[in-house]
């Protein structure tokens, strides 16, 4: 059982600034052996931008994983940086988390650079 509180949700990475949505742990659903918080990148989108489409900004989400007790930041890898994740760290008050690579958090470009385009 965790000892401490941490925060869950989507988030962009947008003109070096952060814009996210975090829900505690004890409002977030279930997903096989997670904690996801239900809220979606094309809603937290629509909340902060006019326009535009959400799939061209690097973004990422935060979960908890049961089994091990500890944040998975899921994050695009174009924004993988130290300070960029401190500041996704902080955000969501985590303190012990690994960072992991999944294909739905990928921008525009990331996916080009996988298709060679």
């Keep these: 059982m965790m000892n401490y509180i941490s925060l869950i949700g ?7 600034k952060l814009i996210y949505h975090a829900l505690p742990l004890s409002e977030c659903r279930e997903q ?4 996801d918080n239900p809220y ?19 973004r990422g989400r935060v979960v ?11 994050i695009d890898r174009c924004i993988d940086k130290p ?3 401190a500041k996704i760290a902080e955000a969501f008050g985590l ?3 690994v960072t992991a690579y999944d294909d739905h958090y990928r921008c525009r470009r990331c996916v080009g650079d996988l298709f060679g385009d």
């Design 83 to 85: 300070a960029i994740v």
């Design 32 to 35: 096989a052996d997670k904690l």
């Design 10 to 16: 989507p988030f962009f990475y947008v003109r070096r």
């Design 64 to 74: 908890w994983d049961r089994t091990n007790c500890r944040a998975i930041i899921y």
């Design 95 to 97: 303190t012990d988390f």
């Design 40 to 58: 979606g990148h094309d809603r937290l989108w629509e909340d902060h931008f006019r326009g535009g489409d959400y799939i061209n900004y690097p």
